[in-house]
C-alpha cells in the first residue's frame, strides 16, 4: 500500500512558541488530503446548478467573493463561471455528480495532489495575516461567508473565513503544493510575536 504524506509532513508538529506576552494568541494547522476540484460552468443553467446542489448538498454561489457550505462539502466563487470546490477525497456524492455532469456543458479539473489548506485562528490570527496582506480583514469587511484571491507572502492563495467546531473563528488559506512550505515557514514566523501552536494536520 502507498503511503500517502501531506504537502507539510516535514514540518515537525507539534510546535509550541510562547510570544512576547508569554501567550499564545495564534494557532495553525494544516488541513490535508481534501479534494480540490476546479469547476466551470454556466450560472444560467438551472441543469447545471441543480445537478450540483443535488450531489453536494451545496448551492453554488453566483456573488463575487461568497462561499457556500453544505455537509462536508464548500463552493468558492472564483469567478462569473468557476468555483472551487472543497471537500472529502473520496465521496461517492462527487462521483455521482461527474456522472450528472456529462451531458452538461462543464469543465472538472482535480487539483487535489497540487492544493492544501493551511487554517491559522486564534485572538491574533488577523494581526499575522496583515503583516503581508493588503486586504481589509476586519470583521466588517471580510466576515462569514467570504472568500478572497490575493497573493499573501509572494504566493497566490486563495483565502476563506470558516468557523472551526472547536475554536472559533479562523480562516483557511488554499495554496499550490509548491508554495506551502514557505508559506507556512512565513506563517510561523510572523505569529512568534503573539506565540503560536503548530497542531498535528488533520486529515
Same mark, same amino acid.
Given at each position: 500500500?502507498?503511503t500517502?504524506?501531506?504537502?507539510?509532513s516535514?514540518f515537525k508538529?507539534?510546535?509550541r512558541q510562547?510570544?512576547a506576552?508569554?501567550?499564545?494568541?495564534?494557532?495553525?494547522e494544516?488541513q490535508a488530503?481534501l479534494?480540490?476540484f476546479?469547476?466551470?460552468?454556466?450560472p444560467?443553467?438551472?441543469?447545471?446548478?441543480?445537478a450540483?446542489k443535488?450531489?453536494?448538498g451545496?448551492?453554488?454561489?453566483?456573488?463575487?467573493?461568497?462561499?457556500?457550505?453544505?455537509?462536508?462539502?464548500?463552493?468558492?466563487?472564483?469567478?462569473?463561471d468557476?468555483?472551487?470546490?472543497l471537500?472529502?477525497?473520496?465521496s461517492?456524492?462527487?462521483e455521482?455528480l461527474?456522472?450528472d455532469?456529462?451531458?452538461i456543458?462543464?469543465s472538472?479539473?482535480?487539483?487535489?495532489?497540487?492544493q492544501?489548506?493551511?487554517r491559522i485562528?486564534?485572538?491574533?490570527?488577523?494581526?499575522? *495575516?496583515?503583516?503581508?496582506c493588503?486586504?481589509?480583514?476586519?470583521?466588517?469587511a471580510f466576515?462569514a461567508?467570504?472568500?478572497a484571491q490575493?497573493?499573501?507572502?509572494?504566493?497566490?492563495? *486563495?483565502?476563506?473565513y470558516?468557523?472551526?467546531?472547536?475554536?472559533?473563528?479562523a480562516?483557511?488559506?488554499?495554496v499550490?503544493?509548491?508554495?506551502?512550505?514557505?508559506l507556512l515557514?512565513?506563517?510561523?514566523?510572523a505569529?512568534?510575536?503573539?506565540?503560536?501552536e503548530?497542531?498535528r494536520?488533520?486529515?
Amino acid at each position: 500500500m502507498t503511503t500517502q504524506y501531506s504537502p507539510l509532513s516535514e514540518f515537525k508538529t507539534p510546535q509550541r512558541q510562547l510570544g512576547a506576552s508569554n501567550r499564545l494568541d495564534c494557532w495553525l494547522e494544516e488541513q490535508a488530503f481534501l479534494a480540490h476540484f476546479n469547476l466551470r460552468g454556466d450560472p444560467q443553467n438551472s441543469d447545471f446548478l441543480q445537478a450540483v446542489k443535488k450531489q453536494l448538498g451545496i448551492e453554488l454561489p453566483l456573488l463575487p467573493n461568497t462561499v457556500s457550505f453544505g455537509g462536508k462539502w464548500r463552493g468558492c466563487w472564483l469567478g462569473p463561471d468557476e468555483w472551487l470546490l472543497l471537500g472529502p477525497r473520496r465521496s461517492k456524492p462527487f462521483e455521482a455528480l461527474v456522472s450528472d455532469l456529462s451531458a452538461i456543458h462543464h469543465s472538472l479539473v482535480d487539483l487535489s495532489g497540487g492544493q492544501t489548506v493551511i487554517r491559522i485562528g486564534g485572538p491574533a490570527w488577523r494581526d499575522v *495575516l496583515g503583516s503581508a496582506c493588503t486586504l481589509d480583514l476586519h470583521p466588517r469587511a471580510f466576515e462569514a461567508g467570504r472568500c478572497a484571491q490575493t497573493v499573501l507572502a509572494h504566493s497566490n492563495v *486563495l483565502l476563506i473565513y470558516v468557523h472551526d467546531d472547536e475554536r472559533g473563528e479562523a480562516l483557511d488559506i488554499v495554496v499550490r503544493r509548491s508554495f506551502a512550505d514557505h508559506l507556512l515557514s512565513w506563517l510561523t514566523d510572523a505569529a512568534t510575536e503573539v506565540g503560536f501552536e503548530l497542531h498535528r494536520p488533520r486529515t
